[in-house]
């Protein structure tokens, strides 16, 4: 076995080495490593360390800081420990159904080949949840671009390329994509975010776990899918290797190629498994392959488990000969799934895969295929040739490491001067209007999602653009709905990374709840710099002590999440810190169900929460060049108060349509909910709009009133039952009217008549310059 | 101004290829091995010596990370080759500077076993039975 | 006895659950027929090609599972007269095995479903208006005459393009079945989602007993998926998109 020679080699000497065969290791961490073997690592042993201990499988920089998240709850079926969570849905027929979350990013590969980067990120968080044992039912995109205006800039070719790779991907396997948000802002310059949920839907007793199940000593390691090739594996290792000329067509690169196509077939004999299993009810454990490949997926399947592994690389379908151990071990080939099953059933397991959905014939080298066995003792071994090549302790492998680095006190943490007073001058508020909705954070995002299967399965309740939150009733021959959101405003990170990420939990929480969906739970995907950096790791500290001050307070518990670090140029231009949030939430009866859309002339209009003075991070402060703003402070008492009202409306049918407050404040919100009855063939409707200081309440400006960012609802209800509304309204609770719903397709704002094909026209073309 | 011609290839494996590949010999054409390309041809009023880096400067035609680029020295389809065009085919604006006109084409290469190109019987045949519909696309062979 | 329907399902289909869901719900005994069991087809009365991306649409959608075994039976069937309903991508299979508009040989296509207008997958709620007599296709007869039925237009490659011959043939021998309208039933331009020639969304054949269309109604064939419009009914009962597979379903019952 070849060796990675530690001992004996100075600090600088075992630094160099380490660069040169492309690992991430550190010295004291290779150091460690040595010394608990007891010998020199293999270079196989050193590539899987490496993958292992990166802090995407190990978390080591992150791990105790999510501790601190609440995760328990009347709704968790299954918090924060495998490769997805699961949330309570409701009961159907004495079955407990189940929503399955998971929350990933894919930012790096985005950076480079935005088509596949993107892509090959959704086929990831769908593999997620189906381990799981779930029926995947819908897909969401939170995504941060640079700034895309020169047609020529790697900004908006890397924006293109993004949403085309999504779109792609998830319109092929055929889930609908229902929620997202998309902001634009120079810290993505170099840096493109692309986070991915995905939701699945599972019955609780049908939940499958990513462990070798007790008493599975001997089974059956059987890995699935797409053969294996050297995409995600650094190309220096490689290129030593001479090619038959029968593998040219092989991914020789470090691209990790998307493939839909085998994706959707897998899904659908997998699903087929599933029935299998269940009907001889049979339990095994399923694990997706990520980072750290072949080796990552099975050692942590059977660690999981209390179990050690033996895998035979020369078992594994690869898609050329000669390929080095090491790069059949962790390379991260896309597309593929592992099982652990007891010997009985493997063959038919193969059968469904090879034969019944013809792998082999769909891409090629595709199959399932055993590649070894669990094993009682506690020892990771990988077989190549004659030879072992890795023999390690599993739990040394897989364990929990920790990384202690500085941090800043909270106290001391970067943010504006709350005392400052912001200056906010006289301005025109219907013409500043025009200018929030062609705002590249507020304008339409209808040219990006029309790309996307909104709405495949016949399940979608609320599509995107009808509402702050997408809703589908993805249970057959059940009123049972799914809501989901998700929010992060970077702009808002910028001044206070701290109340940016609570604001973030509270924003999804409304956007689920305006809905008319009750908060099931949250996943987070903590996107940040190098925690290396004091800096970027303080904001990552604190930005999880803000999700989890929110979660604590509004009650909704986190189930999953991600974490992806050292998002910076070469030259050291960290991201916005970028704690994005999704929100999942559940509905008794999706007949109950809120829209955006304003439904009558006459309707009376509220706005359920206060105005706030301090605007930090909003819309219209950056057009008027107000940067720098303190984040309105959160009072949690008056948001669950506004909540809960907000439900008890819902549910006594008082609310004709409703809308979370969001970027561009209220007056963008109001605009947003007439633009749908615009469209021809419909009744097109206006609003009148009573003058801020009519509803504002004391002290806080015009300005601040009509656009300022703190969130609440906007409501619109019958004129009959607005006397209704406001008698519910208890203490805590600040509900004002605010206008009314017009039957002239006009909106009437601060003195001026604007004529709302107009503010559409605005409001609806900024991104079609990039999407056309 | 000179017309240019360029293959853009994917180095990432080509799925597509792949199943068009087997779909032809399900079909029976006799067909080893299947290539595709997206072929362009530029009118170009600029310098040949940097016509292949002012292509590769232009993001939506070509990414490094991805594709290989290679300037034909023929605007012909090669033996084993079929270049299927749109019937509907607009000019594409590219940014690139210098080139003011692209026609875009989408060739197929068949290789027969050895390696060597395809003959004309069955690159018509792959022609006629998959890779064009008559319809909307003509197809141009050596 | 109840008709017995087959939902084809080839590599790459997505759409198999609601159109089997929608076409159970209108009282057919239906079944998804996947490929590896093709050789079970003939059993069949009538067959769904549903929605998806078959082999990915790889060289051109429809083109390389218009030559899959499974076309085989269909082909025969359609021949023999049994009903053939393609959905989205189900129609540019159709379209690319010559069935619709079925002016051609076999395999031959005379149009194409192909890359829409603005060169994108657009997802878009749309509506189909009937344009032909509604006995002049067999699974339209139920419907009332300028049907209008809401669907989701949800493709890439759904512009109806051929020569200006072809499309004469077309118009001329009335196998434009459906166009698409705005929610008042007002036709324009702007209905259009795709730059579909002729304003097309649906195409029959010349003996009516095959049906193509762009659009999915069994997308938007609940009360749940149309909550803006919602009744007082059921919220699970069918809606909306079913009219076309109760007409459907009311043609085999006939047959």
Redesign the interface.
Known sequence: MRSFPVNGLSDDELRAQAARTGLALRVDELRRIAERLGRDPSIVEAHAFDAQWSEHCSYKSSRHLLRKLPTEGPTVMQGPAEDAGILHLGEVHGSRWGVVIAHESHNHPSQVVPFEGAATGVGGIVRDVLCMGAEVIAIADPLRFGRVEDPESHQRYVAQGVVDGIAAYGNAIGIPNIAGDAYFDERFDDNCLVNVVALGLIREQDIIHSAAPPGSEGWDIVLVGKATDTSGFGGAAFSSVTLDEADEDANKGAVQVPDPFLKNVIMRATYRVFEYLRERKITVGFKDLGAGGIMGCSAEICSSGGYGAIVDLDDVNTAMKNMPPEVIAVGETQERLCWVLPGEVTPDVLRIYNEEFSLPQIARGACATVIGAVQGEKRYVLRHGDEIVMDVPIDFLTGSIRDELPVRPMSERKVTDPARRYVVGEHDAAQLLVRVLEHRDVCSREPMYVRYDGAVRGTTVIPRGYASAGVIAPIMGSPLGVALAVAGNPRMSKADPYLAAAYAVLEAVRKVVSVGARPLGLTDCLNFGNPQNIEHYSELVHAIDGIGAAARELGTPYVSGNVSLYNESKTGNAISASPIIACVGGIDDVSNVVTATLKHAGSALFLLGRPQNAVGGAAFAELLEQTGGPVPPIDYERAIAEIAFFRAAADAGFIRSARSVGNGGVLATLAQMAFPTLQPGHKPLGLNVLPARAWAGDGVGEIEAYFGECGGFVIEASGEDAQALASIAAEHVVLMRIGEVTSNCVMRVAGAALDLRTLYDRWSKPLTEVYP | MSLRTIAIKLKIPDNAAYTALSALRRLGVEVARLERAEIWQLEDAGSERDFAARVERNETLFNQNKHELQVLDTDRPRAGEAWIEDLDAKDVPLRIAGVNRARRFVAWRLFSAGHTPADAAAVRAAVDQLLCNPAIERAITA | MRAKVAVL?F?????E??TW??CRDVGLDTHVV???QAASLPNYDAYVLP???A??D???AG??PA?DPMMDYVIEGAQSGKLVLGVCNGAQIVL?AGLVPGTGAV?K????F??NA?A??????V?LKLTIPPERCAITAALSPHALIPA?A?H?EGRL???DE?LREITDGGHLAFVYA?????V?E??VPNGSALGCAGLTNREGNVLAIMP?P????????H??R?QTDN??APSGGVMLFAAFAQALERL
């Open positions: 399902v590599p790459g289909t997505n759409s659950i609601e869901r929608i996947h490929w590896s929605g998806g991306f082999y990915e790889r060289v051109r083109a390389i030559h690319e395999r296509p005379t149009a194409a192909t890359r603005a994108h997958f657009v997802c878009k709620h509506y989701w949800a890439g393009a051929a020569t072809h705005h929610a008042d039933g007002s324009d702007r209905a999915h069994e997308r938007d064939a609940w009360n749940y998926n909550p803006d919602r919220i699970l």
